[in-house]
């Protein structure tokens, strides 16, 4: 009688511990208690492409919004480099009006051509493959940046540009352009002024765009706050993915 309790004690102690072991494993697996659920390679891709379309989607916001170009020092749209020899000219003959009001103009047709920037970006994410999410989670902290810088500037430039190219031919300042320029290269011994003023403003829009992609980026990568879903938080957050990036 003994030898029997003694057995179905050490079945129960046997069955308590192999239980408290399947806890265990799931405490450990589900995250609580400090540790992590293993991540698919689905649910990484899926992590990487909402931090995708999370930031392009803000980074365009930014901006098309009004003053997202003019207001912002980082991506001011300024009087091209290579004729401000014409910038200066004019604002000393008494025209500095004139001037200001065709910088405007450039920083707001960036603004309103970077409104068609969001499904371009929406589409190179969904055109993602499971190799480019991982070199983008392990590459630096622009790796998406530049990942849309492959994918997407040939489109982004294509349909910046009639937009802008519309918005300075509807000015006053940018009709007069080609003629102040030929009327300034006119001037003996002055270097030529050749600018392509479409081309320059759509440029330098897209550049902007991108820089507030980076930021964006950066910020989704180092401050949890920013991971605004659970995949995010979990895909940057994961610290086995941390240590290979």
Same mark, same amino acid.
């Given at each position: 009688?003994?030898?029997?309790?003694?057995?179905?004690?050490?079945?129960?102690?046997?069955?308590?511990?192999?239980?408290?072991?399947?806890?265990?494993?799931?405490?450990?697996?589900?995250?609580?208690?400090?540790?992590?659920?293993?991540?698919?390679?689905?649910?990484?891709?899926?992590?990487?492409?909402?931090?995708?379309?999370?930031?392009?989607?803000?980074?365009?916001?930014?901006?098309?919004?009004?003053?997202?170009?003019?207001?912002?020092?980082?991506?001011?749209?300024?009087?091209?480099?290579?004729a401000r020899r014409v910038e200066n000219?004019?604002?000393?003959?008494?025209?500095?009006?004139?001037?200001?009001?065709?910088?405007?103009?450039?920083?707001?047709?960036?603004?309103?051509?970077?409104?068609?920037?969001?499904?371009?970006?929406?589409?190179?994410?969904?055109?993602?493959?499971?190799?480019?999410?991982?070199?983008?989670?392990?590459?630096?902290?622009?790796?998406?940046?530049?990942?849309?810088?492959?994918?997407?500037?040939?489109?982004? !430039?294509?349909?910046?540009?009639?937009?802008?190219?519309?918005?300075?031919?509807?000015?006053?300042?940018?009709?007069?352009?080609?003629?102040?320029?030929?009327?300034?290269?006119?001037?003996?011994?002055?270097?030529?002024?050749?600018?392509?003023?479409?081309?320059?403003?759509?440029?330098?829009?897209?550049?902007?765009?991108?820089?507030?992609?980076?930021?964006?980026e950066k910020a989704i990568r180092q401050?949890?706050?920013?991971?605004?879903?659970?995949?995010?938080?979990?895909?940057?957050? !994961?610290?086995?993915?941390?240590?290979?990036?």
């Amino acid at each position: 009688m003994k030898s029997v309790k003694l057995a179905g004690l050490l079945v129960t102690a046997l069955f308590v511990l192999s239980a408290c072991a399947e806890l265990q494993q799931f405490v450990e697996q589900s995250g609580i208690g400090g540790g992590e659920l293993p991540l698919s390679e689905a649910e990484v891709v899926s992590g990487l492409k909402d931090a995708l379309e999370v930031g392009a989607a803000r980074a365009a916001g930014t901006a098309s919004a009004q003053g997202g170009y003019l207001d912002n020092q980082l991506l001011f749209i300024a009087f091209p480099q290579e004729a401000r020899r014409v910038e200066n000219t004019l604002r000393d003959l008494g025209f500095g009006g004139l001037v200001d009001d065709f910088v405007t103009t450039l920083n707001r047709s960036a603004e309103e051509a970077a409104r068609s920037a969001a499904p371009v970006f929406r589409q190179a994410v969904q055109q993602m493959t499971i190799q480019d999410g991982f070199e983008i989670l392990r590459g630096p902290d622009n790796a998406a940046t530049e990942y849309f810088r492959r994918t997407t500037t040939a489109e982004l !430039h294509n349909l910046f540009r009639p937009v802008i190219a519309q918005a300075l031919d509807n000015t006053l300042a940018t009709r007069y352009w080609n003629d102040i320029v030929q009327q300034y290269n006119r001037i003996p011994f002055v270097q030529p002024v050749t600018t392509d003023l479409t081309a320059y403003t759509t440029q330098r829009a897209t550049d902007g765009l991108f820089l507030l992609l980076e930021q964006e980026e950066k910020a989704i990568r180092q401050d949890p706050v920013k991971r605004t879903t659970d995949i995010l938080r979990r895909v940057f957050g !994961h610290s086995s993915l941390q240590a290979a990036s």
